[in-house]
């Protein structure tokens, strides 16, 4: 079974910047989109970030302008740039991957706080 790994949450001044990774342990056959919720206390998660196999990338109106989505495709990786950071963008990051075959993967979730 696969497991996603994420790293690079934490506690950052607004303004700042942060950079999410996640990558894939084990093994998911064939990823056909990658992707980045966030959720906070008392709320659904939410999808900030997702970015297909083919490159074509779609955002959070929230987030659009300060967060960047990227992968590599050979290192299974998907990571969010997350600049110009607010207050608002706290909440608990999940990565999200899903293969051509319809399963899911989420990892375990990190922390980002964003101290105004």
């Known amino acids: 079974q696969a497991q996603l790994v994420e790293s690079g949450g934490g506690l950052v001044q607004s303004g700042g910047s942060l950079r999410l990774s996640c990558a894939v342990s084990?093994?998911?056959?064939?990823?056909?989109?990658r992707a980045w919720y966030r959720q906070v206390p008392g709320k659904e998660r939410e999808l900030v970030a997702r970015?297909?196999?083919?490159?074509?990338?779609t955002y959070a109106d929230s987030v659009k302008g300060r967060f960047t989505i990227s992968r590599d495709n050979a290192k299974r990786t998907v990571d969010l740039q997350l600049n110009s950071l607010k207050p608002e963008d706290t909440g608990v990051y999940y990565c999200?991957?899903?293969?051509?075959?319809?399963?899911?993967?989420w990892g375990q979730g990190t922390q980002v706080t964003v101290s105004s």
């Open positions: 999200y991957m899903q293969s051509v075959l319809g399963n899911t993967y």
């Open positions: 084990g093994s998911i056959f064939s990823i056909n989109n």
């Open positions: 970015i297909y196999n083919s490159g074509s990338t």
